[in-house]
T-cell receptor, first 113, second 112 residues
């Protein structure tokens, strides 16, 4: 009974590289949410996806960030040309439907050097 | 005014005492309220949800909601060292039924 799985757990990228973060939701969950936790800050909503659809990306930075949740495979959060300010913990959550109670994965801690 | 405010702590209580964690929110249209526990370097874990005014009890945890005062709290009875963690208050604001707005969290330390 696996929970929300994220990989990698830790990711180090040099400035200007691309970062790809993966999230496999809990079994039976078709709704995925990405949150970012900057140092000394609370978790901030980034994007909400269902299979093959972006429902709400109001929290995504306008440039360099994109997300997808294909029909097959995990959800991907992609950050192009990373900068030091992208260093944060990125958490994925999933739920069985559009509802308030979501379960979080262990997170990916991105460090940009 | 911040959307969800919590005292950052640290809040230190002795083992066996009651720990009281508080949270205020700015959006009067908010309908859903949650408490998450986050151990250092780990994922947030949902421990309580509350949707209507009053108290909701689950084991050693009691969530309290007062919408008129825009205030939600979490009481932990018989605190244990294993309760030492950061407690995150989260709110779903009016107009959404999925987007969580989090406070920065309160660090709780339970001393043996």
């Amino acid at each position: 009974n696996a929970g929300v799985m994220q990989n990698p757990r830790h990711l180090v990228r040099r400035r200007g590289q691309e970062a790809r973060l993966r999230c496999s939701p809990m079994k039976g969950h078709s709704h995925v949410y990405w949150y970012r936790q900057l140092p000394e800050e609370g978790l901030k909503f980034m994007v909400y996806l269902q299979k093959e659809n972006i429902i709400d990306e109001s929290g995504m930075p306008k440039e360099r960030f994109s997300a997808e949740f294909p029909k097959e495979g995990p959800s991907i959060l992609r950050i192009q040309q990373v900068v030091r300010g992208d260093s944060a913990a990125y958490f994925c959550a999933s739920s069985p439907g559009m509802g308030p109670e979501a379960f979080f994965g262990q997170g990916t801690r991105l460090t940009v050097v | 005014q911040k959307e969800v405010e919590q005292n950052s702590g640290p809040l230190s209580v002795p083992e066996g005492a009651i720990a009281s964690l508080n949270c205020t929110y700015s959006d009067r249209g908010s309908q859903s309220f949650f408490w998450y526990r986050q151990y250092s370097g780990k994922s947030p874990e949902l421990i309580m949800s509350i949707y209507s005014n009053g108290d909701k009890e689950d084991g050693r945890f009691t969530a309290q909601l007062n919408k008129a005062s825009q205030y939600v709290s979490l009481l932990i009875r018989d605190s244990q060292p294993s309760d030492s963690a950061t407690y995150l208050c989260a709110v779903i604001r009016g107009g959404s039924n999925y987007k969580l707005t989090f406070g920065k969290g309160t660090l709780l330390t339970v001393n043996p």
